[in-house]
Each structure stands twice: as C-alpha cells, then as structure tokens.
C-alpha cells in the first residue's frame, strides 16, 4: 500500500529545497537557503556548513580566540582566495597576511613542481 511517495521525490526538481540545520556551536537552527547551497557548490564545498552565519563570522573573525574552550579539536577551516590560481577555498588554519595562501591543487603543485627532479624529500 502506498504511503505517497517519499520526500526525496522532490530532488528531481532543479530546485534544491531549504535545509534547517543546527548550529553544532550555538544551537541555533538556521537556514540554509538553495542559493547558499549553490553557492557552497560552487566553491566545491561538499558539506553544508555545520554552524550559524553569526558563529561561522565570528570564528573567522576571532583569529586565535581562546574563548570557545574545547574548541582547538577541530580545524579552524578559512576561507581565502589562492594566491595562483584566484580560485576560492579554504585552509585548516588562520593565514597571515603577509604569505601567500594556496589551494589545495597549487599546493600539491608547488610543493611537488618546484624541486622535481632534484631528488625527493619528505
Ligand atoms: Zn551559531
Ligand atoms: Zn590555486
């Protein structure tokens, strides 16, 4: 017997529907409105963001805030734009301002491009 067809029907639809989700800092639940998923996949995030718009900018704004408590577990995801390539993405740390921040792809370039050949080290 049919019980209507399931919700996940509608990811045939364009349309990708709002997500709720709940900030894992705050405990706020937030919106996680189609076009930020477009725009997450379009900077080839994968996942959804697991905190609040308020959390996530005052963690990028807080630099090395010791306030959180437990919080030096996870990686401190940041967003930058690559110093080669321009393109969006994040690093697992703070970066100063004064060195360049690269991509995961120009980083693996630049570590493996610039002494190929010369013998390898670890
Ligand atoms: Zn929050
Ligand atoms: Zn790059």
Avoid at 5 to 24: A, F, G, M, S
Avoid at 67 to 93: E, H, I, N, Y
Avoid at 110 to 119: N, T
């Amino acid at each position: 017997m049919p019980w209507g067809l399931p919700y996940t029907e509608r990811n045939k639809e364009l349309h990708v529907p709002d997500q709720t989700i709940t900030c894992r800092d705050c405990g706020t639940n937030f919106i996680f409105s189609d076009s930020e998923q477009q725009f997450f996949a379009e900077k080839g995030f994968t996942n959804a963001p697991s905190r609040c718009p308020d959390c996530r900018r005052a963690n990028r704004a807080g630099g090395g805030s010791s306030r959180g408590g437990g919080a030096s577990r996870d990686r401190v995801m940041t967003d930058v734009t690559c110093s080669s390539c321009g393109k969006l993405t994040q690093v697992p740390f703070v970066p100063r301002g004064d060195r360049p921040v690269y991509c995961s792809d120009c980083f693996a370039t630049q570590r493996g491009g610039s002494s190929y050949g010369g013998g390898r080290r670890y």
